[in-house]
């Protein structure tokens, strides 16, 4: 059944009912994409891409009418166009970035160093980031090498998103959680090399059931 009088109430209470149909907060996935299906790659360049639920219902909302639009353009920007090809709508106060894996986020990281160079960098204003981070137990956890690559995603992250206030590493580990949880509060204030307090910054470590998959968004 259709409202058929909708058009014929009062605007501010028309946007307050487009309003009520946007999604709630949202995670976008930005992972490595590989040329061809899971099950037979093809050769060629890996690229960035991202996955953004319920982007199609606000795509949808935008061409709707006059109302619908201001609703969507209201609460939401377009982002990342120029860095992954297409344009997603997001809420910088709301809406969280994840990498699905560290290499795309480091992958993501030099490109955004590029365009902040020219003030474009697109992570500027985010409030809420992700990383899942690849560690399966034993005492690899602490090694030089993962240290060093961790210190370097926690400056990146530092330093392209001033706004940042929470910060989490999802992990897949057997090891006990609060040694894990210390071992990256150390790691991350020794990475911390500009002007940045993290007394304000909400930093945490949460544990995956199963490692992550590069072609299926964090839960």
């Known amino acids: ?6 058009p014929q109430l009062p605007t ?3 946007l307050k ?3 009520h149909a946007l999604p709630g907060p949202r995670t976008i996935t930005i992972y490595t994409c590989i040329p061809g299906p899971p099950d037979r790659q093809v050769r060629g360049p890996a690229r960035l891409a991202a996955r953004a639920p319920e982007e199609s219902t606000l795509n949808v909302m ?4 006059k109302d619908a639009r201001s609703a969507v353009k209201g609460f939401y920007e377009s982002h990342f166009g120029a860095q ?3 344009s997603i709508w997001f809420n910088n106060d709301v809406d969280t970035i994840s990498f699905d894996h560290i ?3 480091y992958r993501y990281f030099k490109l955004c160093e590029a365009y902040s160079l020219n003030n474009q960098n697109p992570l500027s204003k985010i409030t809420k980031l992700n990383i899942a981070y690849p560690i399966d137990g034993g005492p690899v956890y602490h090694s030089s090498f993962f240290s060093r690559v961790l210190c ?3 400056y990146f992250a530092m330093k392209l998103c001033p706004d940042l206030k929470q910060f989490t590493f999802f992990m897949h580990s057997n090891l006990d959680i609060d040694q894990m949880n210390n071992w990256l509060s150390r790691v991350s204030r020794d990475a911390v090399g500009g002007p940045w307090n993290l007394d304000d910054l909400k930093f945490e470590l949460v544990r995956l059931q ?3 998959n590069a072609y299926s968004p964090l839960a």
């Open 1 to 6: 059944m259709s409202f058929t009088c909708f």
């Open 152 to 154: 370097r995603l926690i």
């Open 103 to 105: 290499t795309a986020a």
């Open 210 to 212: 199963a490692p992550p």
């Open 84 to 86: 992954l090809g297409d």
């Open 17 to 19: 009912v487009w309003k």
């Open 12 to 14: 501010e209470l028309r």
């Open 62 to 65: 935008y061409y709707t009418c």
